[in-house]
């Protein structure tokens, strides 16, 4: 046990939270103000906020119980994944992370210490679990994410509790050990005692990211985002796909409009091009080089607009980056006839008309298999529904290998 005031109840102090925990420090627990306010139940509250992402509406909970009982276990474990969740927000310094991530352990050291039973001592193992995950720290996380769930594991000899499969999961998948995640998501489905639908939609994004084969560090930050930016799809048109490589290959189709123009007026009209295509809004964006990459290329999807701006952080939808694909496609192959090919046929999807200008790239992508319907059975591309990072790497390793010959 570690005695040191911890830097994120120090941040607390000003808040209705922290007199909570100033409360529950000095020992001095409030009265309870009815039947249902104990803490058992602000502790089921908490953890159902978790599992929603409202870490500031369970943190409270968490402290609504603690401000009854300071030394309740449960609640203690809770406020570990919160204040590890803390550390793992962006734009903290090195030290002020460390500091909440050693915060995070102490909770949960104390949850442990103050347990009260085998269940308590399982709950602050998956804690545990949880706590390594998001703090990432120290160096040897995974290893120490391990230690809790094999003690978890150990405290449920009948097997009944999937919560320490799930949450190693979970560590394994963020650790890029995707096999032992994989085998990990199965034995979850395989218990059916709860997270099944999680452990299946999560298990099948692992599954698309093995199959994708990131090889860049960028892809693999991105692989299991909910949703990429169009920075982050310019990152991996250039890093993953090698887009100016293919480019290059075939340079005579991408840039033959018909067009002759001789001398000085060819280099204006290059040059004019040049102006328009530049972004005002990326000079400090750590993707700036990519962008810049992208934007010389000329994506159908990713230029700036007439305002001169990029939008490097806005939400890639699934028809933008479908009618990203297709022009890629185009321009490699040198088959612009690719555009039209569908142009008066009906959709076979209820949520894109056939005058969409991106029914066409729709069809494209869906008849290639190079993109799946959101939803086969109602028949739903979902075309603005987040382009998934899983999906847009996959999506990538199949263009790689349906270009494969123009590679050569």
């Known amino acids: 046990m570690k005695f040191k005031i911890p830097y994120m109840r120090a941040l607390l102090f000003g808040s209705f939270a922290a007199l909570f925990i100033l409360a529950a420090c000095?020992?001095?627990?409030?009265?309870?103000?009815?039947?249902?306010?104990?803490?058992?139940?602000?502790?089921?509250?908490?953890?159902?906020?978790?599992?929603?992402?409202?870490?500031?509406d369970a943190e409270r909970s968490f402290n609504l119980a603690l401000s009854l009982d300071p030394k309740y276990g449960p609640a203690q474990a809770g406020m570990g994944i919160v204040t590890a969740n803390r550390s793992s927000q962006l734009g903290l310094g090195k030290d002020k992370k460390e500091a909440l991530a050693e915060d995070a352990e102490d909770l949960?050291?104390?949850?442990?210490?103050?347990?009260?039973?085998?269940?308590?001592?399982?709950?602050?193992?998956?804690?545990?679990?949880?706590?390594?995950?998001?703090?990432?720290?120290?160096?040897?996380?995974?290893?120490?994410?391990?230690?809790?769930?094999?003690?978890?594991?150990?405290?449920?000899?009948?097997?009944?509790?999937?919560?320490?499969?799930?949450?190693?999961?979970?560590?394994?998948?963020?650790?890029?050990n995707l096999r032992k995640a994989q085998q990990m998501y199965q034995t979850v489905l395989g218990m059916n005692r709860g997270k099944t639908q999680e452990a299946d939609d999560e298990l099948s994004q692992v599954?698309?990211?093995?199959?994708?084969?990131?090889?860049?560090?960028?892809?693999?930050?991105?692989?299991?985002?909910?949703?990429?930016?169009?920075?982050?799809?310019?990152?991996?048109?250039?890093?993953?796909?090698?887009?100016?490589?293919l480019y290059s290959r075939n340079s005579k189709n991408r840039f033959d409009t018909g067009f002759k123009a001789a001398g000085k007026q060819k280099r204006f009209q290059a040059d004019r091009l040049q102006r328009v295509a530049d972004a005002t809004d990326i000079k400090d964006h750590p993707l700036r080089a990519d962008i810049e990459e992208v934007l010389k290329l000329r994506v159908l999807g990713l230029e700036p607009d007439p305002a001169h701006l990029f939008h490097p952080n806005a939400k890639v939808k699934r028809a933008e980056f479908a009618m990203m694909v297709e022009d890629i496609l185009v321009k490699v192959t040198g088959e612009t006839k690719l555009k039209t090919r569908f142009i008066g046929q009906n959709s076979p999807f209820a949520d894109v008309r056939s005058d969409l200008p991106y029914f066409n790239a729709v069809q494209t992508v869906v008849s290639r298999n190079l993109m799946e319907p959101k939803n086969k059975i109602r028949g739903e591309f979902g075309p603005m529904d987040p382009v998934t990072g899983a999906d847009s790497l996959l999506v990538i390793r199949q263009i790689k290998s349906e270009l494969q010959s123009y590679l050569r």
């Open 207 to 245: 599954q698309k990211v093995i199959r994708a084969q990131p090889g860049t560090r960028h892809g693999k930050i991105i692989a299991f985002e909910p949703s990429i930016t169009r920075a982050d799809i310019s990152a991996l048109f250039i890093e993953e796909l090698r887009l100016k490589r």
């Open 26 to 56: 000095a020992d001095k627990p409030r009265t309870a103000a009815g039947l249902m306010d104990t803490p058992d139940h602000h502790v089921l509250r908490g953890n159902d906020f978790l599992d929603e992402g409202r870490f500031q």
């Open 108 to 176: 949960i050291d104390d949850a442990l210490g103050n347990a009260k039973n085998d269940e308590q001592k399982r709950v602050a193992h998956v804690a545990g679990i949880r706590m390594r995950r998001l703090s990432k720290y120290p160096k040897d996380w995974i290893e120490e994410a391990e230690d809790h769930y094999e003690d978890a594991v150990e405290l449920d000899p009948r097997r009944l509790d999937a919560l320490p499969h799930f949450y190693m999961a979970r560590a394994y998948r963020d650790g890029f």
